[in-house]
């Protein structure tokens, strides 16, 4: 097991360097291997970053890790009558745990790319400077790079089309400000960065090899079906 952490960034450090090495290896099964490491080695030079104004604190936050609303029971007067699911509940950082939940996130928009947030993220923003919580109504206002950090990350990743992940790259760049390139550009450039990578580079031949492989068998195909027009013409 991993762990224990002494901090959220350290945490997400040595995740990040698991889910890389799971990638490479095949544990994560990912439609496009290559490119899903690239986007998970980002992460790792830009995990920094997301916790750079994170204050240290004596305090600790516990984050349900599924906080899409079914796992919330009410009765018939709404009231809260329990929270279930919390077996992979972890610590957080305040910024992650008082971001809206996915629960009022503008779902098809955010898989598109965009960071807008929706009117019911806003109306939680406004609840916390309601009550004199700024610092929480920032957490909501500020938190889609959080979100786009996290989301579709590790397993999580392995679901994805091609269109899919194109945007969910894109809205990432954008919550962290990076230049809005497209993907082939940014990939031919990342590509370069890493080229001493050996987890990266074992994919690069991997894929060299599964393209011959289809290629080969595409041919052998090809040769078999004129073998066959052979026979029939004579």
Not at 123 to 128: E, H, M, N, S
Not at 139 to 148: L, P, S, Y
Request: negative net charge; hydrophobic residues 40%; contains cysteine.
């Amino acid at each position: 097991p991993l762990g224990p952490f002494s901090s959220s960034l350290e945490g997400c450090q040595v995740i990040l360097k698991s889910y890389l090495a799971m990638i490479a290896s095949s544990e994560i099964d990912c439609c496009y291997p290559v490119d899903t490491y690239l986007v998970h080695r980002l992460r790792q030079d830009i995990v920094g970053v997301l916790f750079q104004d994170v204050p240290s604190e004596d305090q600790f936050f516990l984050k349900h890790p599924d906080d899409k609303g079914d796992h919330i029971l009410v009765n018939d007067s709404f009231d809260i009558v329990g929270v279930i699911d919390w077996e992979w509940t972890q610590t957080v950082s305040r910024a992650e745990a008082f971001c809206s939940p996915c629960m009022l996130w503008p779902v098809a928009e955010f898989y598109n790319g965009s960071n807008a947030l929706a009117a019911d993220e806003l109306r939680l923003a406004a609840i916390y400077y309601e009550k004199g919580r700024e610092d929480l109504a920032v957490c909501v206002i500020e938190g889609r790079k959080a979100q786009r950090f996290l989301f579709a990350l590790g397993p999580e990743s392995s679901f994805l089309d091609m269109q899919t992940h194109l945007n969910l790259f894109a809205g990432l760049q954008r919550a962290f400000n990076f230049e809005d390139e497209e993907w082939e550009t940014w990939k031919s450039k990342a590509l370069k960065k890493w080229k001493g990578d050996d987890l990266l580079l074992g994919l690069l031949e991997l894929e060299k090899n599964e393209r011959k492989e289809r290629w080969g068998s595409k041919e052998r195909g090809e040769r078999s079906l004129n073998k066959t027009d052979c026979v029939d013409s004579i």
